[in-house]
């Protein structure tokens, strides 16, 4: 059974940065992505970053591309994002997901973590 915390969040002034963490557990070796997804009060989830599993290949949302970095350590399946120059509209719950190669969606997901950005 797939498992995934989220760790990390916090609040933070605008123009600081955080570090989130997701520590994966019982994933199958090697065949599939881990993504970060973000929800604002009032909006929809939307896409903010994914990374493949070898690392190799990664993907982020234009609002996001050159102040969010996407990694992660294969040695112990956990999933960062780091987050740089972060604004007020950073401000949401971040959830990291996994969606197997063999799958259509991201079909596992944690419980989130909080980021507020103040101005």
């Known amino acids: 059974q797939v498992q995934l915390a989220e760790s990390g969040g916090g609040l933070v002034q605008a123009g600081g940065s955080l570090r989130l963490s997701c520590a994966a557990y019982g994933l199958t070796f090697g065949n599939y992505l881990m993504g970060w997804f973000r929800q604002a009060p009032g909006k929809e989830r939307e896409f903010v970053a994914l990374i493949t599993w070898s690392g190799g290949g990664t993907n982020y949302a234009d609002s996001v591309k050159g102040r969010f970095t996407v990694s992660r350590d294969s040695a112990d399946n956990t999933l960062y994002l780091q987050m740089n120059s972060l604004k007020p509209e950073d401000t949401a719950v971040y959830y990291c997901?996994?969606?197997?190669?063999?799958?259509?969606?991201?079909?596992?997901w944690g419980q989130g973590t909080q980021v507020t950005v103040s101005s």
């Open positions: 997901a996994v969606r197997y190669y063999s799958e259509s969606e991201f079909n596992y």
